[in-house]
T-cell receptor, first 111, second 113 residues
Framework: GQNIDQPTEMTATEGAIVQINCTYQ??????LFWYQQHAGEAPTFLSY????GLEEKGRFSSFLSRSKGYSYLLLKELQMKDSASYLC????????????FGAGTRLFVKA | EAGVAQSPRYKIIEKRQSVAFWCNPI?????LYWYQQILGQGPKLLIQ????????DSQLPKDRFSAERLKGVDSTLKIQPAKLEDSAVYLC???????????FGPGTRLLVL
C-alpha cells in the first residue's frame, strides 16, 4: 500500500529555522515533491528529490533518504509569508505514473 | 506563459443537482490531472489524462463523476448527482510529462447544500 505521514501543524518564530518531516511507504517510489499551499490558494512547486541527499534552493532545502523512506523540508530565515501548508508528495510508478499527496503540514510563523 | 485556467471559481448547488467544471492546461502540457481537496486534507487524484487518454481513474467515483479531454487540451469534470460529501475544492493541474512537476490552477470551490 501507500502511506505518507507528516505532522499536522507546526509553529515557528520569524527569522528561525524549521524542519518539516515526511515519511512514506510506497512500493514503486520514483521521486518526492514538496509543494507550498497558502490558505485558499493552489499548491505551488517547491522542490523535487529523486536521489539521496540535500537539494538547496535559496531559503528552502529538501533532503531525501530512500532507504529510510524519509524526507524533510528545511526553511531558513523564516518570514511571515511562509505561513502556509507544506505538502509532501510521492511519485509511485506501480501500475503507471501516480503522485500521492500527504495531508500537509500547516506552518504558523509568529513574530 | 499563461497558467492553468479553471472555471467557475465558486459554485453552490443543492444535493442531487449536477455541476460541471472546466480546465484549460498550460499550452503544450500533455498531462492533465483532476484532484479533489477536502478541507484540511491533501489533494486526492481523481483522474489523470495523458493527451486525450485516461492514465489513471482508479479513485474516480464513476457512478457519479465523469471527466473528458476530447481534443487533448482542455477538460471538463462533471458530478451528477452531487452529494453533500462532494463539497471540496476541485483542482486541475497540468504537466509536460506524467512524472514531473505539476502546475495547479486556482481551483473551483464547490459547496453542496
Amino acid at each position: 500500500g501507500q502511506n505518507i505521514d507528516q505532522p499536522t501543524e507546526m509553529t515557528a518564530t520569524e527569522g528561525a529555522i524549521v524542519q518539516i518531516n515526511c515519511t512514506y511507504q510506497t512500493s514503486g517510489f520514483n521521486g518526492l515533491f514538496w509543494y507550498q499551499q497558502h490558505a485558499g490558494e493552489a499548491p505551488t512547486f517547491l522542490s523535487y528529490n529523486v536521489l539521496d541527499g540535500l537539494e538547496e534552493k535559496g531559503r528552502f532545502s529538501s533532503f531525501l533518504s530512500r532507504s529510510k523512506g524519509y524526507s524533510y523540508l528545511l526553511l531558513k530565515e523564516l518570514q511571515m509569508k511562509d505561513s502556509a501548508s507544506y505538502l509532501c508528495a510521492v511519485r509511485d510508478d506501480t501500475g503507471g505514473f501516480k503522485t500521492i499527496f500527504g495531508a500537509g503540514t500547516r506552518l504558523f510563523v509568529k513574530a | 506563459e499563461a497558467g492553468v485556467a479553471q472555471s467557475p471559481r465558486y459554485k453552490i448547488i443543492e444535493k442531487r443537482q449536477s455541476v460541471a467544471f472546466w480546465c484549460n492546461p498550460i499550452s503544450g502540457h500533455a498531462t492533465l490531472y483532476w484532484y479533489q481537496q477536502i478541507l484540511g486534507q491533501g489533494p486526492k487524484l481523481l483522474i489523470q489524462f495523458q493527451n486525450n487518454g485516461v492514465v489513471d481513474d482508479s479513485q474516480l467515483p464513476k457512478d457519479r463523476f465523469s471527466a473528458e479531454r476530447l481534443k487533448g487540451v482542455d477538460s471538463t469534470l462533471k458530478i451528477q448527482p452531487a452529494k453533500l460529501e462532494d463539497s471540496a475544492v476541485y483542482l486541475c493541474a497540468s504537466g509536460q510529462t506524467g512524472y514531473g512537476t505539476q502546475y495547479f490552477g486556482p481551483g473551483t470551490r464547490l459547496l453542496v447544500l
